[in-house]
C-alpha cells in the first residue's frame, strides 16, 4: 500500500458526460501529480500541483482540469468525455526533502466512456 | 517524441533466470532514473532508481546498471520468481526542474514460469 488514495475505483459514463476523480495523497506530501494510462500511449503526465498551486503541464486536453486543494487532496475533472479518454488514470504523490524524487502511485481510476 | 525507449516489450523466462529489461534515453537533462513494477489492476510501485553519478544500484534481487555515456540504463532480476511476473517501466526525470514530472518507456511484460 503506497498510502495514496483514488476513489472511485471505477466509473461508467457517456460521452459528452463529465466526471471528477479524486486523490488524497500520502501524509506529509506536498506534490501531486496526475498521470493517464491508456493502451496506445503508455503512461503519460497530465499535471503536477505542489502546495495548492499547478506547478507543470503535460499533454493535458483543455477539457480536463485539477485542482489541490488546502488539505492537499486534488481532483481531476474530466469534461466533454470521449471514447478515446477511456484509460487508468493514476495520482502520485511525493514528500518536500530529501527524496523528493520519489513518486508513490494509487490504486487509479479506470475510467470507461461509452 | 519518445524520450524514454524501452525493450523488450515482452519478456518469458524460467524460475531462478534473470530478465533483463533495457532503456535509453535522449534528454541529457534527466538525473534520476526510476524503474517500477506493476500489477494487473494495480498502480505503479516504485522498485529502485539510480542517479548518473552511480553506475549500479543493487536493492535485494534487483539490479539497475547504468551507463552515462551511452545515454542507456537496465534492470536486472537476479533469481527471479513466478511472483515477479508483472509489467515493469523505467522512467527519468530531471530532478531540479520546476516539475520533476515522470517520462516513461513503453513498459515491457514479464512472465517468469515455474
Known amino acids: 500500500d503506497s498510502g495514496v488514495t483514488q476513489t472511485p475505483k471505477h466509473l461508467i459514463t457517456a460521452t459528452g458526460q463529465r466526471v471528477t476523480l479524486r486523490c488524497s495523497p500520502r501524509s506529509g506530501d506536498l506534490s501531486v501529480y496526475w498521470y493517464q494510462q491508456s493502451l496506445d500511449q503508455g503512461l503519460q503526465f497530465l499535471i503536477q500541483y505542489y502546495n495548492g498551486e499547478e506547478r507543470a503541464k503535460g499533454n493535458i486536453l483543455e477539457r480536463f482540469s485539477a485542482q489541490q486543494f488546502p488539505d492537499l487532496h486534488s481532483e481531476l475533472n474530466l469534461s466533454s468525455l470521449e471514447l478515446g479518454d477511456s484509460a487508468l488514470y493514476f495520482c502520485?504523490?511525493?514528500?518536500?526533502?530529501?527524496?523528493?524524487?520519489?513518486?508513490?502511485f494509487g490504486p487509479g481510476t479506470r475510467l470507461t466512456v461509452l | 517524441q519518445q524520450q524514454v525507449k524501452q525493450s523488450p516489450q515482452s519478456l518469458i523466462v524460467q524460475k531462478g533466470g534473470i530478465p533483463i529489461i533495457n532503456c535509453a534515453y535522449e534528454?541529457?537533462?534527466?538525473?534520476?532514473f526510476p524503474w517500477y513494477q506493476q500489477f494487473p489492476g494495480k498502480g505503479p510501485a516504485l522498485l529502485i532508481a539510480i542517479r548518473p553519478d552511480v553506475s549500479e544500484k543493487k536493492e535485494g534481487r534487483f539490479t539497475i546498471s547504468f551507463n552515462k555515456s551511452a545515454k542507456q540504463f537496465s534492470l536486472h532480476i537476479m533469481d527471479s520468481q513466478p511472483g515477479d511476473s508483472a509489467t515493469y517501466f523505467c522512467a527519468a526525470s530531471k530532478s531540479r526542474a520546476a516539475g520533476n514530472k515522470l517520462t516513461f518507456g513503453g513498459g515491457t511484460r514479464v512472465l517468469v514460469k515455474p
Open positions: 534528454n541529457t537533462a534527466f538525473d534520476y
Open positions: 502520485a504523490s511525493s514528500g518536500t526533502s530529501g527524496r523528493i524524487n520519489e513518486q508513490f
